[in-house]
C-alpha cells in the first residue's frame, strides 16, 4: 500500500538546538498534516500543508511542503523542554481518501 | 466544553475475554475512528466511520468489531479472536473526511 517515510526516528538535542523531521513519498500527495504527541498523551494536530511549497510558521516551528508535493519537513528552530514529545506526518493521496501516518519522530531533549 | 471522551482510561482482561471501549464525542463531527498505537510506533487504522450507520475496515481491523448507531458514539469491541491486544487504542474525529483529527485521551488495554 502506499506509504509516507519519516525520518529519523529519534533525533536528540541539547536545548537551545534545532531540529528537524523530514516525510516522504514516491507519489504526489493531497496534502500532509502535522500532530505532536506528548510522551504519555494523545497526538495533536498542528497544522494541514495544502499547497506546493507552502510554508507557515507558528513561532518556532517552520513547516514545508515540497514542490512537487512528495515531502515535507517540520523545523524547530532553539528547542525547548516543551518541544519534547514524537512528531508525526500524516497523508492522504488523491486516489485514497485514508490518511496514512508517518512512523513519527521522537525528539528527545539531552539533559 | 466539546471534545472526544475515552472510557475506561485503563483495562485489564483475561485472555478470551471480550473487552468494549468507549468514544463519545458532543463535537457534532460526522467522521470518527479507532486506532491502535504499540509503543514507539505510528498509528494504525482499526475503523472508521463517516456517517451514522456505516462504518469501513481500515489497515488492521481483524479480530476488532464496531458499531455506530448515533452521531456521537463509536465503540470498540476488542474480540478474544484479537491475536496481540495489548495496545494504546486512540479514539479521534473530524468534520469532513478526513479532515483534521481531534483525539481522544485514549485507552490502555491490558491482556494478563
Known amino acids: 500500500g502506499q506509504q509516507v517515510m519519516q525520518i529519523p526516528q529519534y533525533q536528540h538535542v541539547q536545548e537551545g538546538e534545532d531540529f528537524t523531521t523530514y516525510c516522504n513519498s514516491s507519489?504526489?500527495?493531497?496534502?500532509i498534516q502535522w500532530y505532536k504527541q506528548r510522551p504519555g498523551g494523545h497526538p495533536v494536530f498542528l497544522i494541514q500543508l495544502v499547497k506546493s511549497g507552502e510554508v507557515k510558521k507558528q513561532k518556532r516551528l517552520t513547516f514545508q511542503f515540497g514542490e512537487a508535493k512528495k515531502n515535507s519537513s517540520l523545523h524547530i528552530t532553539a528547542t525547548q523542554t516543551t518541544d519534547v514529545g514524537t512528531y508525526f506526518c500524516v497523508s492522504r493521496w488523491d486516489s485514497n481518501y485514508q490518511l496514512i501516518w508517518g512512523a513519527g519522530t521522537k525528539l528527545i531533549i539531552k539533559p | 466544553d466539546g471534545g472526544i471522551t475515552q472510557s475506561p482510561k485503563y483495562l485489564f482482561r483475561k485472555e478470551g475475554q471480550n473487552v468494549t471501549l468507549s468514544c463519545e464525542q458532543n463535537?457534532?463531527?460526522?467522521?470518527m475512528y479507532w486506532y491502535r498505537q504499540d509503543p514507539g510506533q505510528g498509528l494504525r487504522l482499526i475503523y472508521y466511520?463517516?456517517?451514522?450507520?456505516?462504518?469501513q475496515k481500515g489497515d488492521i481491523a481483524e479480530g476488532y468489531s464496531v458499531s455506530r448507531e448515533k452521531k456521537e458514539s463509536f465503540p470498540l469491541t476488542v474480540t478474544s479472536a484479537q491475536k496481540n491486544p495489548t495496545a494504546f487504542y486512540l479514539c479521534a474525529s473530524s468534520m469532513g473526511f478526513p479532515g483534521e483529527l481531534f483525539f481522544g485521551e485514549g485507552s490502555r488495554l491490558t491482556v494478563l
Open positions: 507519489t504526489t500527495l493531497s496534502n
Open positions: 463535537l457534532n463531527h460526522d467522521a
Open positions: 466511520s463517516q456517517i451514522v450507520n456505516d462504518f
